[in-house]
Nanobody
Framework: QVRLVESGGGLVQTGGSLRLSCVAS????????MGWYRQAPGKQRELVAA???????NYVDSVKGRFTVSRDNAKNTVYLQMNSLKPEDTAVYFC????????????????WGQGTQVTVSS
């Protein structure tokens, strides 16, 4: 079984910064993509940022230039540095990982963390 645990959420004022972390643990051979999603009240969950094992990244337009996703492959950890936060960034942020459980296989399994609340006050 694989478990993702997020940390680093909280309450911050507009213009402030937060750094989210997500650690994956369990029977992991390797992790392909890791990413961050968010879901605000009454809205659908959306991809915020993703990073593949080679380091390529992808961001939703609304966070480009403000958020930075990174990962430490040795620690099975993904980070999201969030700067210049805005009230519209308020949401529950979820970690997601595409995990390969066994060597010599190409099948991956997708896992979610439990979410961490980010609240940006105006």
């Amino acid at each position: 079984q694989v478990r993702l645990v997020e940390s680093g959420g909280g309450l911050v004022q507009t213009g402030g910064s937060l750094r989210l972390s997500c650690v994956a643990s369990g029977s992991i051979f390797s992790i392909n993509a890791m990413g961050w999603y968010r879901q605000a009240p009454g809205k659908q969950r959306e991809l915020v940022a993703a990073i593949i094992s080679g380091g390529s990244t992808n961001y939703v337009d609304s966070v480009k230039g403000r958020f930075t996703v990174s990962r430490d492959n040795a620690k099975n950890t993904v980070y999201l540095q969030m700067n210049s936060l805005k009230p519209e960034d308020t949401a529950v942020y979820f970690c997601n990982a595409d995990v390969r459980l066994l060597p010599g296989t190409i099948r991956t399994y997708n896992y979610w963390g439990q979410g961490t609340q980010v609240t940006v006050s105006s």
